[in-house]
Structures are given as C-alpha cells and as structure tokens.
T-cell receptor, first 115, second 112 residues
C-alpha cells in the first residue's frame, strides 16, 4: 500500500542552524502539507502546496520557513535559522485531489530537536 | 475561527468494552472530518473520513458519526482490545482550504 515517507526520523541541530526535512508523498497525489506537533500539544497546520506553489500558510509559517518540490517525488521543508521553540515533530501529508472527498495521509514524522 | 475539542482527554476501559469518543467543533461549515490514531512517538494513521454530506462511516469495529448542525462527531469502538490503546485525534477540514484543524486527542488505554 502506498505511503508517505519522511527522512530523517530524528534530527538534532544547534540553534541558528538551517535544517531541511524531507518527504516523499504518495506518487499520484497532488496536494502536499506540513504540520507540526510540539510535545503535549495539538497538531498544527503549517503550509499547503499545490501546483508548485503555496496555497495556504499559517501564522507559524514565517520568513524562516520555506517549502520546495525540487523534483517529481520530493517535498521539503526548510527552516533557515532554527530556534529552541522549533523543537517539535514535523509531519508531511498528501492528498489526491481538492474537494470534500479526499483524505489526507500522513508520514511517520521527523522529530526535530533544537539545542 | 474553527476550534476542535475532544472529550474526554483520557479514557481507561477493560478489554471487551464498547466505547465512544467525542469530538466537537465550533463552525459547522466543514468539508469533511477525519479520525486518526496516533501511537506514542509515531505518525498519524487515518481511520475514517466522513464527508460533510454523510451521517456515518464504518470500518470494521469502528463507526464514526457526524452531526454537522450540532458540531459533533463520535467515534464508536466495539469490543475494545489492548491493541486499540493509542491516542485518537479528530480533525476537520474547513471551507477555506485544505488544511486540517485538529483536536487535542483522547488517550485511550484498554486493559487486558
């Protein structure tokens, strides 16, 4: 069964460093998302991406964040200068099409620890 | 602004019991609602998707209902098993786009 994959599973970085989180969405999907979950808190939406551009972003997704689909399979989230409060589990998700009938499928997550 | 709330925050039941998890949302104008399962330190596994036009959806021992007008959904788990122990999340998709808005989850423990 197709699934969303994410690498790495755990990333440790120093405050101020750049990190890139990678995702491979399900191959025929068109819509891609990043969410994050700070320990003990709700899952929060960051950004959605369709047709090679951002379709929606949250207040969390400021200038320190960017997303890219560099080729036909990968979808990346870059954090330019990490802060302690960026420590969280980051989830990538994808869905097949817009409209009310699609389902979002999530990857296993990347745990980001900023020291 | 859409808010999603799940009650109870935690639930412990003996094996074999039927149980109901509750989810409420403040804005009834939704496209769909998804129920997820999350094991500790793991990703989200989609369990059921209910479209806004549907009243319920079933998969195996799981049954999810949706009452848009009252802003409520329930997840019914029949004949619970220890393997059902996990956190269950509900999430609604708003009219304004594809993002999901999540509740804080119900942590379920099924005791043998």
């Amino acid at each position: 069964e197709p699934e969303v994959t994410q690498t790495p599973s755990h990333q440790v970085t120093q405050m101020g460093q750049e990190v890139i989180l990678r995702c491979v969405p399900i191959s025929n999907h068109l819509y891609f998302y990043w969410y994050r979950q700070i320990l003990g808190q709700k899952v929060e939406f960051l950004v959605s991406f369709y047709n090679n551009e951002i379709s929606e972003k949250s207040e969390i997704f400021d200038d320190q964040f960017s997303v890219e689909r560099p080729d036909g399979s990968n979808f990346t989230l870059k954090i330019r200068s990490t802060k302690l409060e960026d420590s969280a589990m980051y989830f990538c998700a994808s869905s097949a099409r817009e409209g009310s009938y699609n389902e979002q499928f999530f990857g296993p997550g990347t745990r980001l620890t900023v020291l | 602004k859409q808010e999603v709330t799940q009650i109870p925050a935690a639930l412990s039941v003996p094996e074999g019991e039927n149980l109901v998890l509750n989810c409420s949302f403040t804005d009834s104008a939704i496209y769909n609602l998804q129920w997820f399962r999350q094991d500790p330190g793991k990703g989200l596994t989609s369990l059921l998707l209910i479209q806004s036009s549907q009243r319920e959806q079933t998969s195996g021992r799981l049954n999810a209902s949706l009452d848009k007008s009252s802003g409520r959904s329930t997840l019914y788990i029949a004949a619970s098993q220890p393997g059902d122990s996990a956190t269950y999340l509900c999430a609604v998709r708003s009219n304004q786009g594809g993002k999901l808005i999540f509740g804080q989850g119900t942590e379920l423990s099924v005791k043998p």
